[in-house]
């Protein structure tokens, strides 16, 4: 029922009702706040992060198929402002960014030993690279199930499952290192 | 179990996933190997600590910059609808039946001059500002003026006029605010409506007289550097209704005055 409502909100808002977008808006300010609050850690960036998904969705209505489920295609436009934020950023990054880059885990426990000072969760996420970021901000931040990431990350499901399984490994050997489980 | 096999169904697990034959493959690694119990706890640990951490909330005020936003972006993206100005203003001479005869002539002549003064754009001069709903620039009066007039005042300070009406439309209220005196320049004019019965639609302000505007849940102000008309639409939401209070301010000095937004409603 909330998807049919969405779906029509989307085509309604599609055909220029303002207030369907207005609802569209409310409906995904938090998931879509919260999306770039977990990808950038940093609450101004993701305010802005935020505001800019929602004018590209205004800017990008046009182009959407109802055919498609609205929730993925604005889950897709938010992973893409994050990845777009962050090359953005990158150049002014004095860490090396590629930390724990896919196909690096078997260093995992060497270089979470850079993390000791570091005690959030927060911090072990962005200490992950952002492909294993963003599936775990899908799976346990936004509630998506595997099928629904791969739909929005443009991935086959099996490549979801497999950078999922490897982040979690990461992210237990981030927060074992630093007691977190013992807490 | 292999290795591969463990992480998978491990994950299985904890996601909810794994079938009863391969949780009790599981259950039988678990009771066999210490360090699979230890490493599964960890990850079962890592599902807790992720679930558990929550949303934030949106921060104030997100919705209302992305409305803002959104209206800063139709304001660059919606083109002039000319067509629109020279159906109207054909429409409205064609209306005039003392008119008709000459227009075999005129039409030739003026619509020619009209098609050259807008295609060079001398005649399409004012800055046009809208939420998504409304076209067209210099264009005469159309649906929004063509409301029921629910109520009019007038707010007059430092030499700068302001008279604002509103009007009844099919499913909300129109704000029409005019303004004339020379004086204009820095003062602003604030609209305030109840959130819960109305909701802003589309912003039109014509001609070129507003510098800065903000449009929210339950306002809109904006600055004035000169005359001009400006119309705000506005939605029912409820059956409920309040009156819309505007202020004129310049500087320190202010003047206020409520409109009705519904016949019903005494002032």
Redesign the interface.
């Known amino acids: 029922m909330v998807e049919l409502d969405e779906q029509a909100l989307a085509e309604q808002a599609k055909r220029?009702?303002?207030?369907a977008?207005?609802r569209l808006?409310?409906m995904y300010?938090?998931?879509i706040?919260?999306l770039a609050?977990r990808m950038t850690n940093d609450?101004e960036d993701a305010?802005d992060i935020?505001?800019t998904v929602?004018?590209k969705a205004?800017?990008k209505l046009r182009s959407f198929d109802p055919r498609y489920r609205f929730f993925s295609w604005i889950y897709r436009i938010g992973v893409n402002e994050c990845l777009n934020h962050r090359a953005r950023s990158r150049r002014h990054e004095e860490l090396d960014p590629d930390l724990m880059s896919e196909g690096d885990e078997g260093d995992a426990d060497e270089r979470a030993c850079t993390l000791l000072r570091s005690e959030a969760?927060e911090d072990s996420l962005m200490n992950l690279s952002v492909d294993y970021r963003t599936v775990?901000i899908l799976r346990?931040?936004l509630e998506l199930n595997q099928a629904e990431m791969a739909q929005i990350l443009e991935l086959p499901e099996k490549t979801v499952?497999s950078r999922?399984?490897t982040a979690?490994?990461l992210?237990?050997g981030l927060?074992?290192r630093r007691g977190?489980?013992q807490s | 179990m292999n290795r591969k096999d463990f992480?998978?169904i491990a994950?299985d697990e904890l996601d909810g996933a794994a079938s009863p034959a391969e949780s009790e493959v599981l259950r039988r690694h678990l009771a066999e190997s210490a360090d699979a119990r230890e490493?599964f706890?960890?990850?079962r640990?890592?599902?807790l600590?992720?679930?558990n951490?929550g949303?934030?909330?949106?921060?104030p005020g997100?919705?209302q910059?992305?409305?803002h936003?959104?209206v800063a972006?139709r304001r660059e993206?919606t083109p002039v609808n000319r067509n629109d100005w020279v159906k109207a203003f054909l429409g409205g001479l064609l209306q005039v039946p003392n008119l008709r005869g000459a227009m075999t002539f005129a039409s030739g002549l003026g619509v020619g001059a009209a098609a050259i003064a807008i295609v060079t754009g001398s005649l399409v001069g004012g800055r046009h500002v809208e939420?998504?709903?409304m076209t067209g620039t210099m264009a005469p009066p159309r649906s929004e003026s063509a409301g029921r007039i629910l109520d009019s005042r007038t707010l007059e300070l430092n030499g700068i006029k302001v008279t604002a009406d509103t009007r009844r439309t099919a499913d909300g209220v129109i704000l029409r605010i005019e303004t004339t005196g020379t004086g204009a320049g820095g003062a602003k004019i604030t609209a305030a409506f109840d959130r819960g019965a109305l909701?802003p639609?589309?912003l039109r302000m014509d001609p070129r007289s507003a510098d800065e505007f903000e449009i929210g849940e339950s306002s809109l102000w904006f600055t004035l550097s000169g005359a001009g008309v400006h119309t705000l639409t506005l939605?029912n939401e409820s059956a409920h209704s309040a009156p819309l209070d505007l202020e004129l301010r310049a500087g320190e000095e202010a003047v206020r005055a409520s409109l009705r937004t519904d016949f019903s409603e005494s002032r």
């Open positions: 220029g009702d303002d207030r977008f207005t808006v409310e300010e938090r998931v706040y919260n609050l609450r305010r935020a505001q929602f004018v205004f800017q969760i775990i346990h931040f499952k999922l399984h979690r490994q992210m237990a927060l074992g977190i489980h | 992480e998978r994950n490493e706890e960890a990850l640990e890592v599902f600590k992720l679930d951490a949303l934030e909330e949106a921060p997100l919705r910059s992305v409305l936003a959104t972006q993206m939420i998504p709903g909701l639609v589309t939605r």
